[in-house]
């Protein structure tokens, strides 16, 4: 099964700018997400990209300060993410499935059932 690959965490001051990384070798993914996890706490869903249908979605927290996009032919997702705040440290994991359709590649349904497969992290650190 192919691994998805992270790159572009690091350290950086609050209020400053990150673009993460995903490259999904093999194929371009139908749906591919970006998830992050605190210390102590549980892993959550940032974005989301159903690339089928051009449909995007965004947790709450970051909305206005994240976007999702994937270059063409669609085999590296990126997320740039602005006006960071101590918050948004954790590490952050790219999830990609080949075929999906706008019901799977959801917030809505939960992680393992709309991908086939996970990154294993690049973390970010936000000092204030």
């Known amino acids: 099964q192919v691994q998805p690959v992270e790159s572009g965490g690091r350290a950086v001051q609050a209020g400053g700018s990150l673009r993460l990384t995903c490259v999904v070798s093999e194929y371009s993914p139908a749906c591919a997400g970006w998830f992050r996890q605190a210390p102590g706490k549980e892993r959550e869903g940032v974005a989301i990209?159903?690339?089928?249908?051009?449909?995007?979605d965004y947790v709450d927290a970051v909305k206005g300060r994240f976007t999702i996009s994937r270059d063409y032919p669609g085999n590296t997702v990126y997320l740039d993410m602005d006006a960071l705040n101590s918050d948004d440290t954790g590490g952050y994991y790219c999830?990609?499935?080949?075929?999906?359709?706008?019901?799977?590649?959801?917030?809505?349904?939960?992680?393992?059932?709309?991908?086939?497969?996970w990154g294993r992290g690049t973390q970010v650190t936000v000092s204030p």
């Open positions: 990209f159903y690339t089928g249908g051009d449909i995007i």
């Open positions: 999830a990609a499935s080949r075929y999906s359709n706008s019901g799977l590649c959801s917030f809505a349904t939960t992680p393992r059932r709309a991908f086939d497969s």
